[in-house]
T-cell receptor, first 116, second 116 residues
Framework: EAGVAQSPRYKIIEKRQSVAFWCNPI?????LYWYQQILGQGPKLLIQ????????DSQLPKDRFSAERLKGVDSTLKIQPAKLEDSAVYLC??????????????FGPGTRLTVT | AQTVTQSQPEMSVQEAETVTLSCTYDTSESDYYLFWYKQPPSRQMILVIR??????QNATENRFSVNFQKAAKSFSLKISDSQLGDAAMYFCAYRSAGGATNKLIFGTGTLLAVQP
């Protein structure tokens, strides 16, 4: 079984530029998550999708961050314009179901973003 | 709001010895899940062990076991017969069992070094 795929693995941009990250979840997984992990901290959820609908985006900075999951499969996270404090690892995860059953979240390798 | 605290930024253990990583959490919920994740330098988060709050029996997975003290809101991870491959950042995480959102709330992590 293929794992969660993410690209690119690394990205360096200047502040005020835009950037996009791509995630392809494990086949058949209905729920997809984007986490932001700042150096020295644990990951923090940015947005959760159930199929192609948003379940939780309460911690997504909506003035600059956007995400979509077209057709309920792969997803794109965009930052426009980027700030220095957006430097972090962006982790994508997926799970079979987002319900009570507590299905395991499988993580991708992440994208390390550096904003200069 | 739920919080997870890991008070040990770094730990070190000799190969083949036993080490215990500490985690405390705060919640007003009675039904939830607790997890330990391992994050090696490759950045990919790997689930080590999970515990359902309604289960009194402590979870075990081969060399990994937990000490779950619900009243004290404590969830420690014991690694027995430590191996060089266990060296990584370890994160404790909390997840509510109810509601639509399944976000994991992470602690700040403990960096484990294994000495040969």
């Amino acid at each position: 079984e293929a794992g969660v795929a993410q690209s690119p693995r690394y990205k360096i941009i200047e502040k005020r530029q835009s950037v996009a990250f791509w995630c392809n979840p494990i086949s058949g997984h209905a729920t997809l998550y984007w986490y932001q992990q700042i150096l020295g901290q644990g990951p923090k959820l940015l947005i959760q999708f159930q199929n192609n609908g948003v379940v939780d985006d309460s911690q997504l900075p909506k003035d600059r961050f956007s995400a979509e999951r077209l057709k309920g499969v792969d997803s794109t996270l965009k930052i426009q314009p980027a700030k220095l404090e957006d430097s972090a690892v962006y982790l994508c995860a997926s799970s079979l179901d987002g319900g009570r059953a507590g299905y395991e979240q499988y993580f991708g390798p992440g994208t390390r973003l550096t904003v200069t | 709001a739920q919080t997870v605290t890991q008070s040990q930024p770094e730990m070190s253990v000799q190969e083949a010895e036993t080490v215990t990583l500490s985690c405390t959490y705060d919640t007003s919920e009675s039904d939830y899940y607790l997890f330990w994740y391992k994050q090696p330098p490759s950045r990919q988060m790997i689930l080590v062990i999970r515990q359902e709050a309604y289960k009194q029996q402590n979870a075990t997975e081969n060399r990994f076991s937990v000490n779950f003290q619900k009243a004290a809101k404590s969830f420690s991870l014991k690694i027995s017969d430590s191996q060089l491959g266990d060296a990584a950042m370890y994160f404790c995480a909390y997840r509510s069992a109810g509601g639509a959102t399944n976000k994991l709330i992470f602690g700040t992590g403990t960096l484990l070094a294994v000495q040969p």
